[in-house]
């Protein structure tokens, strides 16, 4: 073989790497594999939508969070996995404290976001804001004795509330706010108290909470808005009538003695450690806090839009404005351990 031919075979070998690498990063560029634990009819029109505009196709797998983040861990670095979209901020804590979370840095994200709703080390991005206040029934309840969720340790409402068991993130995320707000000792006693005002042990999610109340066996319940959002606009007879015997009363607001404002969390989207489609998945993340997904998302799913300047549903809109607490979510996180121990110490199961 003459030296002429070995040059040339050598220059075919690079032009066939070449190939080979564009071919790669190009398709990297066409698709991006989504673990989600939202249901998929919540989430898959928005994400077609992304597809038509951006020409890059969405892998979508649906689970249970809790399945979800143990699969991620168990498949670490050869996960197929470029995004993670799930509930809560203590959920997407957990993520980033596996190692299964990799920074961001998106402009467009830091912009639409407010600080308080975003991982401060870009970890993870809200994308929708959920409120967690006090629901309660019509006929058996004047709006005017509620105030804050402290004083529903009060003695007047024993035997009156119905709240979902400690194991529940959305609870865990409650009690975590309230241990910034109150301190670790002054939480445990309300959180007692609380335990002894339950009219049945904690079961079932919160529309059985919001179904109970509304059948007379507690007079409050403790539930995200989204699920009363939900059942106010089903055709079915068994969650409509109980939901329109409820009503929302926004805790912990300005003049109720303590106005930090309801507690709150977030859904949001975090880039695994092991994606390969780093591009695509940061312009899905964008894609989904621009004004058109904002305003789709929160009518569909009955959760409030994670950017301001968006227009309500008229469901949300009915309930009037309200204050959120403004505590950065990443502290749900962070006192999410404390929080367990605590209801487990006060007999919250």
């Known amino acids: 073989m003459t030296p002429g031919t070995t040059h040339h075979f050598t220059s075919l070998a690079w032009l066939a790497a070449a190939l080979i690498l564009l071919s790669q990063v190009a398709l990297a560029d066409t698709e991006v594999n989504l673990y989600s634990a939202r249901k998929e009819a919540l989430i898959k029109p928005l994400l077609d939508r992304f597809t038509d505009e ?3 196709q969405v892998n979508l797998v649906t689970g249970k969070a809790d399945a979800l983040l143990q699969r991620l861990k168990s498949e670490g670095a050869n996960s197929p996995a470029d995004l993670l979209l799930t509930v809560d901020a203590g959920n997407l804590h957990r993520a980033k404290t596996a190692g ?3 920074a961001v840095q998106s402009e467009t994200l830091d912009k639409a976001i407010p600080a308080t709703y975003r991982d401060p080390e870009g970890h993870w991005y809200g994308l929708s804001l959920r409120a967690r206040p006090i629901l309660y029934a ?3 309840v004047d709006p005017a004795d ?3 969720y402290e004083a529903l340790a009060d003695d007047a409402w024993q035997g009156r509330i119905c709240i979902r068991s400690s194991s529940n993130i959305y609870n865990q995320s409650l ?3 309230m241990i910034a707000a109150d301190g670790v000792e002054s939480t445990e006693t309300w959180a007692r108290a609380i335990v002894a005002n339950m009219a049945r042990p904690p079961q079932g999610g919160d529309r059985d909470q919001i179904k109970a109340a509304a059948a007379g066996q507690c007079d409050i319940a403790i539930a995200n808005t989204y699920y009363l959002s939900g059942m106010l606009k089903s055709d ?3 969650e409509l009538e109980p939901a ?3 009503a929302v009363f926004w805790p912990n607001q300005p003049g109720d003695g303590d106005g930090r404002g309801t507690h709150v969390n977030v859904s949001g989207a975090a880039m695994t450690a092991a994606a390969s489609n780093k ?3 940061v312009k899905l993340m964008e894609f989904l806090v621009n004004p058109e997904a904002q305003a789709w998302y929160a009518e569909t799913n009955g959760e409030y839009p994670v950017r301001t300047g968006i227009e309500q549903s008229p469901v949300l809109a009915e309930w009037g404005e309200f204050q959120a607490d403004d505590l950065s979510l990443a502290k749900l996180g962070e006192l999410n351990a404390a929080a367990v121990r605590l209801m487990d110490r006060a007999g919250w199961r």
């Open 236 to 238: 079915d007879p068994g």
């Open 175 to 177: 009690v975590a706010s």
């Open 146 to 148: 509620l105030s804050t």
């Open 279 to 281: 591009d695509a998945a």
């Open 54 to 56: 951006t020409g890059i």
């Open 100 to 102: 299964i979370t990799q």
């Open 138 to 140: 019509k006929e058996r």
């Open 244 to 246: 329109k015997k409820m």
